[in-house]
């Protein structure tokens, strides 16, 4: 099993960045698909982007390519979300996941809250 812990949300104005990480202990980051999901006041959670274990392959929604980038950190086993040029509707609770095989989301972190102010 994988700890998840989301850290770095907070209130920004809209074209400004935040930069969110996800510490993960247990089992090395490099065993899972790490991604990134959110979910918006009244709305689905939704993929945003994920990173695989072994290649470091990604992959964005379209909303987001082009803004945010994904990386990571093995030896701190931690991975990142640089989101740049924010928008409103980027507003969400950001949630971190891992996932094995072709599954995203076996492991979930708490989340942390992102708001993007007009």
């Known amino acids: 099993q994988v700890q998840l812990v989301e850290s770095g949300g907070g209130l920004v104005q809209t074209g400004g960045s935040l930069a969110l990480s996800c510490a993960a202990s247990?089992?090395?980051?490099?065993?899972?698909?790490m991604s990134w999901f959110r979910q918006a006041p009244g709305k689905e959670r939704e993929f945003v982007v994920r990173?695989?274990?072994?290649?470091?392959?990604?992959y964005y929604t379209d909303s987001v390519k082009g803004r945010f980038t994904i990386s990571r950190d093995i030896p701190k086993n931690t991975v990142y979300l640089q989101m740049n040029s924010l928008k409103p509707e980027d507003t969400a609770v950001y949630y971190c996941?891992?996932?094995?095989?072709?599954?995203?989301?076996?492991?979930w972190g708490q989340g942390t809250q992102v708001t993007v102010s007009s």
């Open positions: 990173i695989t274990g072994i290649s470091a392959s990604t």
């Open positions: 247990g089992r090395s980051i490099t065993t899972y698909t």
């Open positions: 996941a891992a996932g094995s095989g072709r599954r995203l989301d076996d492991y």
